[in-house]
């Protein structure tokens, strides 16, 4: 009968991918939990993650079965009318048959199926030992290994991430055989590269973990990971700061050590002159640095290094982090300081040499259509309108700065402090980091109102332009980062209660690129040199004023729709259904806040009791108004009480009026939980009309009072949302 005995793999190499190293460790661990129960054999995985360090991947499992279950096998044989003769006697297609199962024919069963009786074999053999099968589980595994770039070494035909130096394989205490990219297998590990240069013996999988710690090994990267935020925060602390810890810098520098030792370092004063921004980047991203900020979350001259090594003189290596950084930061003052000398106004006539997109024309050319747009924005949303005409023409200056030229993820933030030294006013400087807000996913949008006012004029011009200049996304491919800039545009309109009409702010953004476009188109005319050049500018300049001038409702509804289909993703993240998204999207409102203010209504409204059967009996109501319509019946704009004969009928009208009456003020004031909570309230007259009423009278003078009845029902719940799609 089969045990179940810890098991332990562990691949040894050469130091790995840092960013490769979490994913390459969980392709291991996955393959082998798969390959094993791909064989049937049964694993206890228990609260197992894959193991790593810089130098090895492990997988580490409670409990794996020491062979596979009974194998069973049943192939199926020739039907009973060709598998035996007149005489009942094996035919040769019989024969073959058993000849080929390695028995007589007088030893196979019989089976049944639509076609009739046949003959079948089954046979039960006992299962591999895991112990035989292993080797083949974890060549499949390595093989399906996401590897980067695969390195050869020694002149052999295998690759791997790294090269391997050793393999550890055990089932229990035994050393399971097995020999792969160019390493057999036994259970001596690796410890520590300076600390614990020999061999560490492992006697089971269970002695593994505390085994490699006393080599100076955390094999564990949970455990590195709370080392490092521990002895981080300590020296933070003792320095009298906070450290500033960031999940992707914590991730790297847990998979750079094996036996990491915080340091304590420190930087002249004067190069805190500098943005703070420019130096954090320059420790976190060039060197893996942890930096120390006061109590206010500004930068102090201290930061933390991570040692990879307990080492005897904490003190020179401490000034071996600082030697390294010191460079860098000199360059940072150095560029800042020389930026400030020019000044952010200045900066910005290099903009006009710079190429944003071949159609739309240099960099200076978008600054320009965005300054128009957030000149028009702002008074729709109570912000000035000459601070953000401001705000926009400074805002890319800093891309021709040295600052951003050696960081580019400075941008904008540069422009901030360049624009506080130029004496512009707060807001402005404010504005001109927070157009880029959202940054990146999950990122706060603008949080002030002239950077929201910027964050959306920058989007429509990159999204209009985009389209007009025929670069929307194609699967992968999205260059100008189209949908990032649709969902960040939607994001901060909706998130910042801004009731803009969309579609006119899109044609506004559109026939303003496409004015640049023809402007651009112009001057490539006048300057052709040749026949083909002359033909292929005027055909191009052509193209663009057709585009201006024609009609631009259907571009501006592409654009429309392309934003709201990022919205999908948006709301779906929130937890609303796609049958609540659909039910709101269906109308197309012209705003996004007052698409949010939709969604929330109908959340509110699919709650409540009533709502199921008031969205199939719309979903009806809309089919029959249709289909009435599709046949040509002209339904009346009102309902004569005069034709309501039926008791139902009349209960139905009268309420629906009331509830008319009742929502008109919310509906006009956007309040549409109120509508929807009202109207939720017709359900008994609902369902006593379609109980009692046929919608199809033979007088075409009641069927239409009828319809009409129904029609303005379903009107006035349209009016939030097609609750049908709730159906």
């Known amino acids: 009968m089969s045990q179940h005995l810890p098991l332990l793999i562990e691949l040894g190499t050469e130091e790995l991918p840092v960013k490769a190293l979490p994913g390459l460790a969980q392709a291991l661990f996955d393959g082998i939990v798969d390959g094993l129960g791909k064989r049937g054999v049964a694993v206890d995985r228990g609260d197992a993650v894959p193991l790593h360090t810089p130098r090895r991947l492990a997988v580490l499992l409670p409990g794996v079965a020491t062979e596979q279950p009974e194998q069973t096998s049943e192939v199926l044989g020739p039907y009973v009318n060709i598998a035996l003769d007149g005489q009942g006697q094996p035919t040769r297609a019989l024969e073959g048959f ?83 990219l160019g390493v057999k297998s036994d259970r001596m590990s690796r410890g520590h590269r300076f600390m614990h240069d020999k061999p560490v013996w492992v006697n089971t999988p269970g002695d593994y973990v505390d085994a490699l710690r006393g080599a100076k090994v955390l094999v564990d990267p949970a455990e590195r990971r709370a080392r490092i935020a521990a002895e981080v925060e300590a020296a933070a602390a003792t320095a009298g700061g906070n450290a500033r810890i960031t999940e992707d810098n914590l991730e790297q520098v847990v998979c750079l050590t094996e036996w990491p030792a915080a340091v304590l370092c420190g930087f002249e004063a004067e190069f805190l002159a500098v943005p703070q921004e420019a130096l954090i980047e320059t420790m976190e991203v060039n060197q893996k640095f942890f930096p120390v900020l006061d109590a206010g979350d500004k930068l102090t001259e201290r930061f933390i290094g991570i040692a990879n090594i307990e080492s005897r003189d904490v003190a020179e290596v401490a000034k071996g982090y600082e030697r390294v950084i010191r460079p860098r930061f000199a360059d940072a003052k150095f560029f800042f300081d020389e930026d400030l000398k020019q000044g952010l106004a200045s900066m910005g006539r290099g903009l006009s040499t710079v190429t944003y997109q071949a159609r739309l024309g240099t960099v200076a050319d978008k600054v320009a259509r965005v300054a128009a747009l957030a000149e028009a924005i702002a008074p729709q949303v109570g912000a000035d309108a000459q601070l953000a005409r401001r705000a926009a023409e400074l805002a890319k200056n800093d891309l021709q700065s040295r600052m951003v030229g050696e960081f580019p993820e400075l941008q904008g933030i540069a422009g901030r402090h360049y624009a506080v030294a130029a004496g512009e006013p707060g807001e402005i400087a404010l504005a ?60 901060t309109i909706i998130e910042s209660g801004f009731d803009l009409h969309l579609r006119e702010l899109l044609a506004l953004a559109r026939r303003a690129a496409l004015s640049s476009a023809a402007g651009i188109a112009e001057k490539s005319l006048a300057a052709a040199k040749s026949d083909k050049e002359r033909e292929t500018a005027d055909k191009l300049l052509k193209q663009t004023i057709a585009q201006r001038d024609g009609q631009a409702q259907e571009a501006v509804d592409e654009l429309y729709d392309f934003i709201i289909d990022r919205l999908k993703g948006y709301y779906a993240d929130k937890g609303v259904p796609a049958t609540q998204f659909n039910a709101v999207a269906e109308l197309r409102p012209a705003s996004l806040y007052d698409f949010d203010r939709r969604i929330d209504a109908i959340g509110q409204f699919a709650a409540l009791p009533e709502a199921s059967v008031l969205a199939a009996a719309n979903k009806r ?67 006593a009309f379609f109980d009692s009423v046929m919608v199809n009278a033979e007088d075409p003078a009641v069927r239409g009072n009828r319809l009409a009845l129904l029609h303005r029902l379903h009107a006035r719940f349209s009016a939030v949302a097609d609750i049908g799609q709730l159906s």
Do not use: C
């Open 98 to 180: 058993a000849a080929k199962a390695g028995v007589d024919w007088t030893a196979l069963e019989r089976t049944s199926d639509a076609k009739g009786e046949r003959f079948v074999h089954r046979a039960v053999k006992p299962g591999a030992a895991t112990a035989a099968l292993l080797p083949e589980v974890i060549a499949e595994a390595i093989a399906a290994m996401p590897i980067p770039k695969p390195m050869r070494w020694g002149g052999h035909d295998y690759a791997f991430a790294r090269p391997v130096q050793w393999l550890v394989v055990l089932l229990g205490s035994e050393v399971i055989e097995a020999a792969l």
């Open 432 to 491: 001109i980091d927070e157009a880029y807000q959202p940054r990146f996913a999950g990122d706060d949008v603008a949080l002030s109102p002239l950077g929201k006012v910027l964050a959306i004029a920058e989007r429509l011009d990159t999204l209009a332009g985009g389209f007009a200049a025929g670069l929307k996304p194609t699967g992968n491919k999205d260059p100008f980062a189209l949908r990032r800039n649709a969902l960040g545009l939607a994001r």
């Open 621 to 687: 109501i809309g089919n029959i108004v249709r289909k009435a319509q599709e046949e040509g019946f002209q339904i009346p704009d009102h309902v004569q009480r005069g034709l309501l004969n039926h008791p139902a009928e009349a209960a139905l009208a009268e309420a629906v009026e009331a509830a008319v009456g009742d929502t008109d003020d919310a509906l006009h004031r956007h309040d549409y939980v109120q509508v929807l909570s009202r109207l939720a309230l017709l359900r008994p007259q609902v369902d």
